[in-house]
C-alpha cells in the first residue's frame, strides 16, 4: 500500500521562496524513488524533481536546476522540494509520486502512485 501526502503549496510573489512536504508511506522493502511532477492549466505534467531512497541520487527537471532543491528525512518518511526564487511560470499543482523500479532518472518521467497534489501560485 502506498499513500503521498503533500502539503505546503500557497500564493507567493515572484522571487519568494516556498517549501513542498511530502508524507511517504509505502509497504515495500525494495527500492524506490519519490519525485515530484506539475501541472499547470493547458500544459502537460512535468516532471520536476525526484530523489532515491536508496542512495540520495537527486534528478531536475532543466526548467528547476539551481533553483530547486529535492531533499529526504528517512527517520520521518518525508520528502522535500525547496523552491527558491520563484517564477510565474512555476505556478501549478504539483504531485508527489513514487517510482517503485527506479532507473537512473526514470522517476523524472513517470510514476506508479500519485498524491492528490497541492497548488503553487507565483505571482508576478
Known amino acids: 500500500e502506498v499513500q503521498l501526502v503533500e502539503s505546503g503549496g500557497g500564493l507567493v510573489q515572484a522571487g519568494e521562496s516556498l517549501r513542498l512536504s511530502c508524507a511517504v508511506s509505502v509497504s515495500t522493502f525494495g527500492e524506490y524513488a519519490i519525485g515530484w511532477f506539475r501541472q499547470a492549466p493547458g500544459k502537460e505534467r512535468e516532471g520536476v524533481s525526484c530523489i532515491s531512497r536508496s542512495d540520495g541520487s537527486t534528478y531536475y527537471g532543466d526548467s528547476v536546476k539551481g533553483r530547486f532543491t529535492v531533499s529526504s528525512d528517512n527517520a520521518k518518511n518525508t520528502v522535500y522540494l525547496q523552491m527558491n526564487n520563484l517564477k510565474s511560470e512555476d505556478t501549478a499543482v504539483y504531485y508527489c509520486?513514487?517510482?517503485?523500479?527506479?532507473?537512473?532518472?526514470?522517476?523524472?518521467?513517470?510514476?506508479?502512485?500519485w498524491g492528490q497534489g497541492t497548488q503553487v501560485t507565483v505571482s508576478s
Open positions: 509520486t513514487i517510482d517503485l523500479v527506479p532507473y537512473d532518472s526514470s522517476c523524472l518521467r513517470a510514476a506508479d502512485y
